[in-house]
């Protein structure tokens, strides 16, 4: 099994930045893809960007698409998101996964999740 752990979270203002990482265990890292969703409070968990395990194909959500940008680094085993332009309805725990295969923006067919970081963006 991979274990994830996920960091960087914190309260902003509204148009900082912010960047997570997800650093992960276990020697499979590079043939995952790896994904990062967020929950806020009262709403289901949703997809809001992934990675193949290559690092050369990416999705976004459209709500995020234009301020964030994912990466990731297999030397290190670690996944970024950095966040730009933050507003308050990004407030939410964020949350990495990982999943054998294409990389996806389906939260159900990741295999293994982090513990989520805090990220609240408030004036």
């Known amino acids: 099994d991979v274990q994830l752990q996920a960091s960087g ?10 960047r997570l990482s997800c650093v992960a265990s ?4 590079s043939d995952l893809s790896t994904g ?11 997809a809001v960007s992934c990675i193949n395990n290559r690092g050369d ?21 670690t996944a970024y998101l950095q966040m730009y ?3 308050p309805e990004d407030t939410a725990v964020y949350y990495c996964a990982i999943r ?9 067919s990741y295999d293994d999740w982090g513990q989520g970081t805090l990220v609240t963006v408030s004036s």
């Open 85 to 87: 332009a933050l507003k």
């Open 26 to 29: 276990g020697r499979s890292f």
């Open 57 to 77: 194909t990416t999705y976004y959500a459209d709500s995020v698409k234009g301020r964030f940008t994912i990466s990731r680094d297999n030397a290190k085993n």
């Open 100 to 108: 054998w295969g294409l990389a996806i923006m389906n939260p159900e």
């Open 9 to 18: 979270g914190g309260s902003v203002q509204p148009g900082e930045s912010l």
């Open 36 to 46: 990062w969703f967020r929950q806020a409070p009262g709403k289901e968990r949703e």
